[in-house]
C-alpha cells in the first residue's frame, strides 16, 4: 500500500483551545489517533504504518508545541509528508487571550509556556512561537464561542467530510462590539442596513425570527447587497478551491450581532446551498 492511501489530520494550537476534544472527535469517526507524537517521529511513523498489515487508511496526530523541536521541524516534515503522496491536513485551534485565561484559572493548570509567569503570559508567548505553524494551517478554528458540545459538532461536521477536490463553507454571524472572528477569511459588514434594534416589536427579538427577517429582506437595499455579494462569492470560491483551500470562513457583522448579521448570514447559506455548496452556520452573539 503506498502513502497515497494515508489522509493525516494533524491537530496542533493554542493549549486550552481543545486539542483534546479534536483528537476525540477525530477518534469516534474512526480515525487512528495518536497524541503528543514527537514531530521527527511523523516520517518513521508513516514508513511503519506502510510495512504494516494494519487495515489504516486515516490517522490523526496531535501535536503539541511544548515539545520545542516542533517548531524548527514541522514545515520540513509537512513537505516531507506531502512530497511522499500522503493528504496532509492541518487543523490549528485557537481563542481569544480572555477566554483561554478562563479556561487555565476554571482547571487551575499551569500554563505550559508561561515558564512562571502567568497563564497570561503563557498565552501571548504561545501564540507568538506558534505564529509561524498557523500560517501552514489548511482550517484555522476559533473555540472561543463553542461549549464542548458546540465544538465537537462542528468538528464532527468538518472532519467527517471529504476533503479532497471539496471546499466547506462556514458561515458565521457575530456583532462587532464582541470583536471580529479571528478565525475569518472573509468579513462582510451589514451596519449600513437598516437596524430592527430601533423598531420597538423587533429590539427584543433576534434574526431567526421571520418577522426580524422579512423586516431586513425586504429592504431593497439588503437585495442588491445579497446580490452583490454572492456574484462576488461565485467569483472568489472557485478560485480559492483552485489554490487548495478546503475551508472558508465568511464572517458575517452588524453592531450587536442579534439582528441583521444573523439575517443575512441565514440568506446566505440558502443561496449557497441552492449553488451547490457545503455550508456550515453558527450565531456567535445572538445570545448576547
Avoid at 427579538?205 to 437595499?221: H, K
Wanted: aromatic fraction near 6%; hydrophobic fraction near 40%.
Amino acid at each position: 500500500m503506498s502513502s497515497s492511501g494515508l489522509r493525516a489530520v494533524v491537530v496542533t494550537g493554542l493549549s486550552g483551545s481543545g486539542k483534546t476534544t479534536a483528537l476525540h472527535v477525530l477518534e469516534d469517526l474512526g480515525f487512528y489517533c495518536i497524541d503528543n507524537l514527537p514531530v521527527a517521529l511523523v516520517p518513521r511513523f508513516v514508513e511503519l504504518w506502510e510495512r504494516s498489515r494494519e487495515d489504516v487508511s486515516r490517522v490523526a496526530l496531535g501535536i503539541d508545541a511544548r515539545e520545542r523541536r516542533f517548531l524548527a521541524d514541522f514545515p520540513r516534515v509537512l513537505d516531507e509528508l506531502r512530497g511522499s503522496g500522503v493528504r496532509v491536513e492541518v487543523l490549528y485551534l485557537e481563542a481569544e487571550d480572555a477566554v483561554l485565561q478562563r479556561r487555565f484559572s476554571e482547571t487551575r493548570r499551569p500554563h505550559p509556556a508561561a515558564d512562571g509567569g502567568t497563564p497570561l503570559d503563557g498565552i501571548r508567548r504561545e501564540r507568538e512561537m506558534l505564529r509561524g505553524i498557523r500560517e501552514l494551517a489548511d482550517r484555522i478554528i476559533d473555540t472561543g464561542a463553542f461549549s464542548v458540545h458546540d465544538l465537537r459538532a462542528v468538528l464532527r461536521a468538518l472532519l467527517a467530510a471529504p476533503t479532497q477536490g471539496t471546499m466547506t463553507i462556514s458561515l458565521v454571524s457575530f456583532g462587532y462590539k464582541h470583536g471580529t472572528p479571528i478565525d475569518a477569511d472573509v468579513v462582510v459588514d451589514g451596519r449600513f442596513l437598516t437596524n430592527p434594534f430601533f423598531v420597538e416589536e423587533f429590539r427584543h427579538r433576534v434574526g431567526t425570527d421571520a418577522p426580524v427577517a422579512r423586516y431586513v429582506l425586504e429592504q431593497e437595499e439588503t437585495q442588491e447587497f445579497l446580490r452583490l455579494l454572492m456574484a462576488l462569492l461565485e467569483f472568489t470560491i472557485p478560485r480559492y478551491q483552485r489554490e487548495g483551500k478546503s475551508y472558508l470562513t465568511i464572517a458575517v457583522g452588524c453592531t450587536g450581532g442579534r439582528h441583521r448579521s444573523v439575517v443575512l448570514a441565514e440568506e446566505l447559506r440558502r443561496r449557497l446551498e441552492a449553488a451547490g455548496h457545503r455550508v456550515l452556520l453558527r450565531h456567535r452573539d445572538v445570545e448576547r
